[in-house]
C-alpha cells in the first residue's frame, strides 16, 4: 500500500525544539514536492511549507519562516520538519503530503503526529 508515515511528535516546552519525520512507504518520493500541513483542534488545515524533492528548493509560510526547516535525505526517502523557537501557537497535528510534479492536487496524504507545545 502506498502511504506517508509521520513520526516524532510530542510534548515540547516554549522556545524549545522538535523534528518530525515524513517517511513514503510503497513509492519513492522522486519526481514529487512534499508539503506540510498543520491543523489545531477546532481551525482549519494550514499550510506550513513545502520542499522540491529533486532540487531541494524550499518554500514556507510567512507564520514559520525563519523559525522551521525541511531537508531530505534521499536514501531513506524521508522528508525532516525541523522546529525550532515553538510557540504554543505552533500546537497542532502535523502533516505530510505529496503532490505530483505540475499538479494542483496532494496525492498522498499521511495520518498526522501531534505536537503539543506547553510548560
Known amino acids: 500500500q502506498m502511504r506517508l508515515v509521520e513520526s516524532g511528535g510530542g510534548l515540547v516546552q516554549p522556545g524549545g525544539s522538535r523534528r518530525v519525520s515524513c517517511a513514503a512507504a510503497g513509492f519513492t518520493l522522486d519526481g514529487y514536492a512534499i508539503g506540510w500541513f498543520r491543523q489545531a483542534p477546532g481551525k482549519e488545515r494550514e499550510f506550513v511549507g513545502r520542499i522540491r524533492w529533486t532540487d531541494s528548493s524550499t518554500y514556507y509560510a510567512d507564520p514559520v519562516k525563519g523559525r522551521f526547516t525541511i531537508s531530505r535525505d534521499n536514501a531513506k526517502n524521508t522528508v525532516y520538519l525541523e522546529m525550532n523557537s515553538l510557540k504554543p501557537d505552533d500546537t497542532a497535528v502535523y502533516f505530510c503530503?505529496?503532490?505530483?510534479?505540475?499538479?494542483?492536487?496532494?496525492?498522498?496524504w499521511g495520518q498526522g503526529t501531534q505536537v503539543t507545545v506547553s510548560s
Open positions: 503530503a505529496a503532490v505530483r510534479r505540475g499538479s494542483a492536487t496532494y496525492d498522498y
